[in-house]
């Protein structure tokens, strides 16, 4: 049996800068949750953004854990989000003691639905107990449709935070991702468009709330020689040594964000025509940073499920992942109330993320393409789990 190698969703992918610059870290024994790498990611990343100031955290949860903090969110509250997306947007939530309350996404976008927020915004007023937050979420680098969505939250005075974890280089209406709402928050985890090996950024252009951040991030010590605290903190500021990779990347972002792109035209191109297959749209109003590229697989025109042609990318030695599983499907959100939902519960159904790295080769996005193509022709996996191009040759009525 042939083996070939395995193709991953979305590995790291880092070169000889980010190793450069972390061992200048290390040498210069800044080991710690500060020090001049961490000084500088954070000035680049604010620069990058065209944002005053960004706190950098140890993960995209804290971000977001900080921001609802600081716009306010306690126990009780309820917050509004998308119940499209990763968990760690509603587990945010809870943190506090505060409810999440989830909102379908709309078709065209796969984001928050601005017409839902309005309705449930609606409702809340009517009921007398507006929401104290709202969290869009930027899905897979597309960015929510924001001047709906804020017109909404300013209409009642509901602040909004964004989850722009998934979206870094993004942009909405031709301002980058990160802009848009109270706070934004981004996640440098390893599969994300750059990592730190784990990690995360705050920014806001309100500069008080980036100094709050900052202090609450470093267990909240107040100014003073001995160990001063007035209220609780976090210990969650990133450590100097992953800021040093993260500055590595965020250095090669343009190069990242071109790659991500290539794959998501190439798919666009090869899959976009195959009957049963569609690719997320990229909406109207900006640019996705392509972070990963989705499929949905329709059963009845393609001629399989999205599970069964998972399997058969994996047989393939492919890795591809189901679109989230919407937060109200989930167990752990059982009895959060839900406006909506079957948009976001047939995107999860039907929804495949397909290899999208930025150090995907030309030769792995063939092999991807054409082991989807492969099913249609044979419905079945290739005996040997490999795939070749010969199949487009011989039947060119699959392309
Ligand atoms: C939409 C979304 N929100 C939040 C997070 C959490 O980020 P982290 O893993 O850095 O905590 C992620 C990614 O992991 C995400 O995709």
Redesign the pocket.
């Known amino acids: 049996m042939t083996t070939v190698n395995r193709i991953y969703l979305s590995p790291p992918h880092v070169g000889a800068e980010e190793r450069r610059l972390l061992l200048e870290a290390f040498e210069s024994n800044w080991i710690a949750p500060v020090g001049p790498h961490l000084d500088r990611f954070e000035q680049e990343f604010a620069e990058r953004l065209g944002m005053p100031g960004a706190v950098a955290v140890s993960?995209?949860?804290a971000a977001?854990h900080l921001a609802l903090h600081i716009v306010g969110v306690a126990r009780h509250d309820e917050v509004l989000t998308s119940t499209l997306?990763?968990a760690?947007?509603a587990n945010a939530i809870t943190y506090l003691g505060a409810r999440p309350v989830f909102l379908d996404s709309t078709a065209a976008t796969w984001t928050m639905d601005p017409g839902l927020l309005e309705e449930e915004l609606e409702a809340c007023a009517r009921r007398g107990r507006l929401p104290k937050a709202v969290m869009a979420?930027d899905l897979y680098g597309q960015c929510a449709d924001y001047d709906k969505l804020l017109d909404a939250c300013r209409k009642f005075e509901v602040p909004l935070i964004a989850?722009a974890?998934?979206a870094l280089g993004a942009t909405y209406r031709g301002e980058p991702a990160g802009r848009f709402g109270e706070m934004a928050a981004f996640?440098?985890?390893g599969n994300k468009i750059i990592t730190s090996g784990?990690g995360?950024m705050l920014v806001s252009k309100r500069v008080e709330w980036m100094a709050r951040a900052r202090y609450l991030a470093t267990q909240a010590r107040d100014p003073a020689p001995h160990y001063q605290h007035s209220e609780i903190g976090f210990n969650y500021r990133m450590s100097n040594l992953l800021a040093a990779v993260g500055l590595g990347q965020l250095r090669s972002l343009d190069r990242l964000l071109a790659q991500r792109r290539g794959h998501n035209e190439y798919y666009r191109r090869h899959l976009g025509s195959l009957p049963g297959i569609d690719v997320m749209p990229e909406a109207s109003y900006g640019r996705s940073n392509c972070w990963l590229t989705c499929i949905t697989v329709d059963p009845n025109r393609f001629g399989a499920t999205r599970e069964t042609l998972r399997q058969h990318l994996e047989m393939s030695n492919i890795e591809s992942r189901p679109v989230w599983k919407p937060m109200h499907l989930q167990p752990a959100f059982a009895g959060c109330r839900v406006r909506g939902g079957a948009v976001a519960a047939r995107l999860f159904e039907r929804g495949l993320c397909l290899p999208s790295g930025s150090s995907l080769t030309e030769k792995d996005r063939e092999r991807v393409v054409d082991a989807i193509e492969m099913w249609r022709e044979w419905g079945r996996p290739h005996p040997d789990g490999t795939v070749s191009r010969s199949v487009h040759s011989a039947n060119p009525s699959i392309l």
């Open positions: 993960s995209g949860t977001l997306t990763f760690a947007t979420v989850d974890s998934e996640s440098f985890n784990g995360g």
